[in-house]
């Protein structure tokens, strides 16, 4: 069992930065795949960015490419999501997700995550 609690969510304006924090309990954090998805009012919860356990691999939706950088210490049992360049696009709320999974490529599905964060509001205003 993990527990995840995501931190760091706010009100920002287009152009700016916000950073997610997502810190896991349990003592084997290095060994869950590591998943940021997010919702938006209306519109079903889809992938942003994932991380393989080793973090060896990474995923980034297009939408997002080239502006969110995942990342995670394990010694901290916490995973990050640094979100830079946002655009209104990008409010939602932003979940967290683990999977003891391991496997070399970070996992793009949904239904493979078995933990789920309560979430973090972000709003980007125009």
């Known amino acids: 069992q993990v527990q995840l609690v995501e931190s760091g969510g706010g009100l920002v304006q287009a152009g700016g930065s916000l950073g997610l924090s997502c810190a896991a309990s349990g003592r084997t954090f290095r060994n869950y795949a590591m998943g940021w998805f997010r919702q938006a009012p209306g519109k079903e919860r889809e992938l942003v960015s994932a991380?393989?356990?080793?973090?060896?691999?990474?995923y980034y939706a297009d939408s997002v490419k080239g502006r969110f950088t995942i990342s995670r210490d394990n010694a901290k049992n916490t995973v990050y999501l640094r979100m830079n360049s946002l655009k209104p696009e990008d409010t939602a709320v932003y979940y967290c997700a683990a999977a003891l999974v391991i496997r070399t490529l970070a996992l793009i599905r949904e239904y493979e995550y078995d933990y789920w964060g309560q979430g973090t509001q972000v709003t980007v205003s125009s």
């Open positions: 991380m393989s356990w080793s973090g060896g691999s990474t």
